[in-house]
Every structure is written in structure tokens, then in C-alpha cells.
């Protein structure tokens, strides 16, 4: 069973770099074609896609983040990474990690609450 867990500050100041890790276990996140996303779920429930990394590597974003969103991973660890700059009160959310595997079978983390504020 893979599962995913989320870690990061839950409160960051506006202007500031939102970093989030995702851990994955019971699975490799290079695994072939399996693949790697950072979502966020709004206060008023509303979800967004943010990015995608590949067991690959390759990488592609929600252009609506005006390549705000930067997405790596470190092998070494089976943890993929978000980073997040100049953020808002507007990129206050839940955060969730999600993977989807070559079999079509989707794994998400419990999410995590990232808070923008000075």
C-alpha cells in the first residue's frame, strides 16, 4: 500500500518561499510511469492543481502560477518537493500530495494546512 505524507511550516510570511516534502512509502517514486502531484485544496473547498513530477523527473505546472511553483525530488530519500515563491494570503491552503500509479490506482496524503500571513 503506498502511502503519502506531507511536511512543511504551516505558517509563512507573505513575500516568502512556501517549501513542502512529500514522503513516499510502499512504493518508488521512480517507478515506471507513475507520477507525482502537489494539489491544494482553498478555504471555500475549491481545488487546484499545481504541478506534476514524473518517476522520470520531467516536470510540468499549472501555468496559472506564473512559474511561481517549482517541483523536485531526491531519490535518494522517496520524497518529492514543492516550492512555492513570493506567495500571498491568496496561497493560503491545504496542501496535498498525490500519486497515481502506472495501474491507475491514486494515493493521497492526509494534506497539510499552509497559512500566509505576517
Known amino acids: 500500500q503506498v502511502q503519502l505524507q506531507e511536511s512543511g511550516p504551516g505558517l509563512v510570511k507573505p513575500s516568502q518561499t512556501l517549501s513542502l516534502t512529500c514522503t513516499v512509502s510502499?512504493?518508488?517514486?521512480?517507478?515506471?510511469?507513475?507520477?507525482w502531484n502537489w494539489i491544494r485544496q482553498f478555504p471555500g473547498k475549491r481545488l487546484e492543481w499545481l504541478g506534476v513530477i514524473g518517476y522520470d523527473g520531467n516536470t510540468n505546472y499549472n501555468p496559472s502560477l506564473a512559474s511561481r511553483a517549482s517541483i523536485s525530488r531526491d531519490t535518494s530519500k522517496n520524497q518529492f518537493s514543492l516550492q512555492l515563491i513570493s506567495v500571498t494570503p491568496d496561497d493560503t491552503a491545504v496542501y496535498y500530495c498525490a500519486g497515481e500509479t502506472s495501474a491507475g490506482s491514486e494515493y493521497w496524503g492526509q494534506g497539510t494546512q499552509v497559512t500566509v500571513s505576517s
Open positions: 510502499g512504493g518508488s517514486i521512480t517507478a515506471n510511469y507513475h507520477v
